[in-house]
Protein backbone atom coordinates (compact mmCIF):
# COMPACT_ATOMS: atom_id res chain seq x y z
CA UNK A 1 0.00 0.00 0.00
CA UNK A 2 2.68 2.49 0.52
CA UNK A 3 1.26 5.64 1.28
CA UNK A 4 -1.98 4.83 -0.03
CA UNK A 5 -1.78 7.22 -3.28
CA UNK A 6 -2.85 4.59 -5.23
CA UNK A 7 -6.07 4.18 -3.00
CA UNK A 8 -6.52 7.68 -2.68
CA UNK A 9 -7.00 8.15 -6.30
CA UNK A 10 -9.15 4.92 -6.25
CA UNK A 11 -11.55 5.81 -3.78
CA UNK A 12 -11.90 9.54 -5.59
CA UNK A 13 -12.48 7.85 -8.47
CA UNK A 14 -14.90 4.52 -7.45
CA UNK A 15 -17.11 6.02 -4.20
CA UNK A 16 -18.52 2.10 -4.39
CA UNK A 17 -15.25 0.18 -3.92
CA UNK A 18 -13.65 -1.00 -0.81
CA UNK A 19 -10.25 -1.63 -0.11
CA UNK A 20 -7.65 -3.87 1.76
CA UNK A 21 -4.05 -1.87 2.41
CA UNK A 22 -1.46 -4.41 3.02
CA UNK A 23 2.20 -2.96 3.98
CA UNK A 24 4.99 -4.15 6.09
CA UNK A 25 5.92 -0.97 7.16
CA UNK A 26 3.93 0.59 10.63
CA UNK A 27 4.83 4.25 9.77
CA UNK A 28 3.78 4.12 5.95
CA UNK A 29 0.56 2.30 6.79
CA UNK A 30 0.05 5.12 8.98
CA UNK A 31 0.79 7.96 6.26
CA UNK A 32 -2.12 5.50 4.52
CA UNK A 33 -4.65 5.49 6.95
CA UNK A 34 -4.90 9.19 7.70
CA UNK A 35 -4.76 9.78 3.81
CA UNK A 36 -7.80 7.80 4.23
CA UNK A 37 -9.57 9.65 7.10
CA UNK A 38 -8.79 12.98 5.52
CA UNK A 39 -10.09 12.04 1.95
CA UNK A 40 -13.34 10.99 3.87
CA UNK A 41 -12.63 6.93 2.63
CA UNK A 42 -10.90 5.01 5.99
CA UNK A 43 -14.53 3.40 6.47
CA UNK A 44 -14.19 1.74 3.22
CA UNK A 45 -10.84 0.74 4.27
CA UNK A 46 -8.95 -1.99 6.00
CA UNK A 47 -5.59 -1.68 7.01
CA UNK A 48 -3.22 -4.62 8.00
CA UNK A 49 0.15 -3.65 8.93
CA UNK A 50 2.12 -7.02 7.55
CA UNK A 51 2.66 -8.73 4.19
CA UNK A 52 0.38 -10.59 2.07
CA UNK A 53 1.16 -13.95 3.71
CA UNK A 54 0.05 -12.93 7.25
CA UNK A 55 -3.41 -11.49 5.77
CA UNK A 56 -6.22 -13.09 7.22
CA UNK A 57 -8.05 -15.26 4.96
CA UNK A 58 -11.22 -13.19 3.50
CA UNK A 59 -12.94 -13.36 -0.09
CA UNK A 60 -10.94 -13.67 -2.98
CA UNK A 61 -10.33 -9.66 -4.18
CA UNK A 62 -11.48 -8.32 -7.54
CA UNK A 63 -8.50 -6.54 -8.36
CA UNK A 64 -5.00 -5.83 -6.67
CA UNK A 65 -1.74 -3.27 -7.01
CA UNK A 66 1.68 -3.41 -7.00
CA UNK A 67 3.53 -0.62 -7.71
CA UNK A 68 7.09 -0.60 -7.51
CA UNK A 69 7.43 -3.53 -5.21
CA UNK A 70 8.11 -6.12 -6.84
CA UNK A 71 11.27 -5.27 -8.29
CA UNK A 72 13.07 -5.65 -4.93
CA UNK A 73 12.47 -8.94 -5.27
CA UNK A 74 15.54 -10.31 -7.31
CA UNK A 75 15.39 -14.17 -7.23
CA UNK A 76 13.36 -15.70 -9.98
CA UNK A 77 11.93 -18.08 -7.34
CA UNK A 78 11.03 -15.55 -4.84
CA UNK A 79 9.50 -13.56 -7.55
CA UNK A 80 7.41 -16.24 -8.93
CA UNK A 81 5.80 -16.86 -5.49
CA UNK A 82 5.26 -13.60 -4.84
CA UNK A 83 2.82 -13.33 -7.61
CA UNK A 84 1.29 -16.82 -6.49
CA UNK A 85 0.67 -15.53 -3.73
CA UNK A 86 -0.97 -12.51 -5.07
CA UNK A 87 -2.77 -14.47 -7.57
CA UNK A 88 -4.26 -17.15 -4.99
CA UNK A 89 -6.16 -13.90 -3.29
CA UNK A 90 -7.85 -12.71 -7.15
CA UNK A 91 -11.03 -14.14 -8.10
CA UNK A 92 -11.04 -15.74 -11.57
CA UNK A 93 -10.74 -13.23 -14.01
CA UNK A 94 -9.66 -10.57 -11.53
CA UNK A 95 -7.00 -7.45 -12.64
CA UNK A 96 -3.49 -7.01 -11.06
CA UNK A 97 -2.40 -3.56 -11.72
CA UNK A 98 1.75 -3.93 -11.48
CA UNK A 99 4.65 -1.84 -12.30
CA UNK A 100 8.46 -1.95 -11.30
CA UNK A 101 10.83 0.13 -12.12
CA UNK A 102 13.99 -1.76 -14.51
CA UNK A 103 16.28 -1.26 -16.61
CA UNK A 104 19.59 -1.93 -18.33
CA UNK A 105 21.96 0.20 -16.71
CA UNK A 106 24.12 -0.53 -20.15
CA UNK A 107 21.38 0.68 -22.15
CA UNK A 108 21.06 3.68 -23.91
CA UNK A 109 17.20 4.50 -22.27
CA UNK A 110 18.71 3.98 -18.73
CA UNK A 111 19.83 7.70 -18.43
CA UNK A 112 16.13 8.56 -19.78
CA UNK A 113 14.55 6.49 -17.30
CA UNK A 114 16.41 7.62 -14.46
CA UNK A 115 16.37 11.27 -15.38
CA UNK A 116 12.01 10.61 -15.38
CA UNK A 117 12.44 9.22 -12.20
CA UNK A 118 14.36 11.65 -10.60
CA UNK A 119 12.49 14.15 -11.93
CA UNK A 120 8.93 12.45 -10.48
CA UNK A 121 10.42 12.13 -7.11
CA UNK A 122 11.64 16.29 -7.00
CA UNK A 123 7.85 16.82 -8.21
CA UNK A 124 6.80 14.46 -5.41
CA UNK A 125 8.10 17.03 -2.43
CA UNK A 126 10.72 14.52 -2.02
CA UNK A 127 14.16 16.40 -0.42
CA UNK A 128 17.31 16.50 -2.60
CA UNK A 129 19.40 14.71 -0.10
CA UNK A 130 17.15 11.87 -0.35
CA UNK A 131 17.05 11.83 -4.48
Known sequence: AGTGEEIAYLARRF??????????????????????????????CQFHEGYLQSLPEQPAFDAA????????????????????????R??????????????DIASAEYTALLETWMNMMTVAGIPAASV
Open 15 to 44: PRWSFTAVEPSGAMLEVCRNKAIEGGYAER
Open 65 to 88: TCFLVSQFILEPEARTEFFRAIAS
Open 90 to 103: LRPGARLASSDLAS
